[in-house]
T-cell receptor, first 109, second 113 residues
């Protein structure tokens, strides 16, 4: 069935780059997403990539997609304390979006 | 443009009661999806409404139901509440169905005692 997996925790120092990884199983996925959730808040769409793309860059965010390995990553350059949050990887092939369990990013000052 | 709003933000109910949650999508958005978020199960899709019709449904019991009004506002109802229904219920709106971009509300935190 459809599944999205990601590691649960990542800790980085302020100013370093963060790389959050995700794997998915549905080969018919059309769009892949990264969402950010801060405490007590809903999900904020950070970026998404169409499945026929390899890479997408948006300011400090770089998304890499390896469709053959069904692997998606999110790189945050110059990570700041304000980036501390839970990051969700998600995919959709149609009517519903499947989310990973989320990666909690800790940024140490 | 105002974002997705959900009311109430917090609710405390007891087992066996029923609850109704409300979601107002972004102006012009016609699709509303509901998700349940729990520490154990993560984010799970409940259902999607588009033009007042339920288009898609997740794997939840019939105690979970919803509807959408002509102004695209949506309500979700849970009857005969169980302890396990305690969760953050998130609503997301998008322009059309077969979502590309969804915009989430802040959620309603439901606690069942």
């Amino acid at each position: 069935g459809e599944d999205v997996e990601q590691s649960l925790f990542l800790s980085v120092r302020e100013g370093d780059s963060s790389v959050i990884n995700c794997t998915y199983t549905d080969s018919s996925s059309t769009y892949l997403y990264w969402y950010k959730q801060e405490p007590g808040a809903g999900l904020q769409l950070l970026t998404y990539i169409f499945s026929n793309m390899d890479m997408k860059q948006d300011q400090r965010l770089t998304v890499l997609l390896n469709k053959k390995d069904k692997h998606l990553s999110l790189r945050i350059a110059d990570t700041q304390t304000g980036d501390s949050a839970i990051y969700f990887c998600a995919e959709t092939g149609g009517f519903k979006t499947i989310f990973g369990a989320g990666t909690r990013l800790f940024v140490k000052a | 443009k105002a974002g997705v709003t959900q009311t109430p933000r917090y609710l405390i109910k007891t087992r066996g009661q029923q609850v109704t949650l409300s979601c107002s999508p972004i102006s012009g958005h016609r699709s509303v999806s509901w998700y349940q978020q729990t520490p154990g199960q993560g984010l799970q899709f409940l259902f999607e409404y588009f033009s007042e019709t339920q288009r898609n449904k997740g794997n939840f019991p019939g105690r979970f139901s919803g509807r959408q009004f002509s102004n695209s506002r949506s309500e979700m109802n849970v009857s005969t509440l169980e302890l396990g229904d305690s969760a953050l219920y998130l609503c997301a709106s998008s322009l059309q169905t077969s979502v590309i971009e969804q915009f989430f509300g802040p959620g309603t935190r439901l606690t069942v005692l």
